[in-house]
């Protein structure tokens, strides 16, 4: 399988040289993609320096911050028109070990549509998270799986890997998400669409270096779509089912 790893980037100086030169340890030949948003710091030269050195790197750049889901949709498709057969999602940040990646492939090899690498299944942790880090993921995941019904511990994950197969029959240029509710977007329309998830463990580390790209509009956006997605496919289709 060719797969391309893509690193969403907005003001990740301080960690993009580690994140790419671990990746090219953890799984040598794999090609990369960093989908940077116009960071005022210089990530994207700086990512292009880095490419001029270790090969298989590229860099997509956009001119305005436009959130994580508009990121990853624009990487997506960059990845699909080149005929890749497998994309990753990868934070800048080293909260993702690279050092997991070859786990996530072998689990898309054994034949999952969607791999993710999740922090709530056995073996999986979060070592270094504040306690109320931790309660937002907690309860944003028991949230999302209580709405949509979804058969996932870790629907919020970012690391994880897609069957291209599965994302291009999804039409992910129609998603709805901006930010980080991409995430539980794309769960969610891979069960609907009768894909396989698979969950394998890892262990998620608080980054050390930059800032928190979190915000209150995104948590709001997760809740506001989630509920509208619930509301739509679950109470108003139940309504509609004709009586027995
Ligand atoms: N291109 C692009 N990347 C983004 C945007 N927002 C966040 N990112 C990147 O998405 C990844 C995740 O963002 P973080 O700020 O680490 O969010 P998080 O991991 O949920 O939160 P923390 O635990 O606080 O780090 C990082 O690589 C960011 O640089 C955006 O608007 N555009
Ligand atoms: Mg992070």
Redesign the pocket.
């Known amino acids: 399988m060719r797969p391309l790893v893509v690193?969403?980037?907005?003001?990740?100086m301080a960690?993009i040289e580690q994140v790419l030169r671990r990746v090219r340890v953890a799984v040598p030949e794999v090609e990369v993609l960093v989908?940077?948003?116009g960071s005022p710091d210089g990530t994207a030269e700086g990512a292009e320096v880095l490419a001029a050195e270790l090969g298989g790197i590229n860099v997509l750049r956009?001119t305005e911050?436009?959130?994580?889901g508009?990121?990853y949709r624009a990487g997506f498709a960059w990845g699909l028109d080149r005929g890749f057969d497998v994309l990753v999602e990868m934070?800048?940040?080293l909260?993702h070990d690279p050092a997991a990646l070859p786990s996530l492939l072998a689990a898309l090899e054994g034949g999952a549509d969607l791999v993710i690498g999740s922090r709530y299944v056995p073996g999986g942790s979060i070592p270094s998270?504040p306690w109320h880090?931790r309660a937002l993921s907690r309860y944003g995941n028991v949230y999302a799986r209580f709405a949509l019904g979804l058969g996932v511990s870790d629907a919020t994950a970012?690391y994880r890997a897609y069957r291209a197969s599965m994302l291009e029959k999804l039409d992910i240029s129609h998603f709805r998400s901006t930010?980080?509710t991409f995430q539980i977007e794309s769960t969610y329309r891979v069960l609907g669409a009768g894909g396989t998830v698979v969950e394998v463990p890892i262990s998620f580390s608080?980054?050390v270096h930059?800032?928190?790209?979190?915000s209150p509009t995104i948590i709001f956006e997760a809740l506001a779509l989630v509920t509208s997605w619930a509301v739509r496919d679950r109470l108003l289709a139940r309504r509609r089912r004709p009586r027995p």
């Open positions: 690193v969403p980037t907005y003001n990740e960690n989908v940077d948003d956009r911050k436009a959130g994580l508009a990121a934070d800048a940040d909260s998270w880090r970012g930010g980080y608080d980054r930059g800032t928190s790209k979190m």
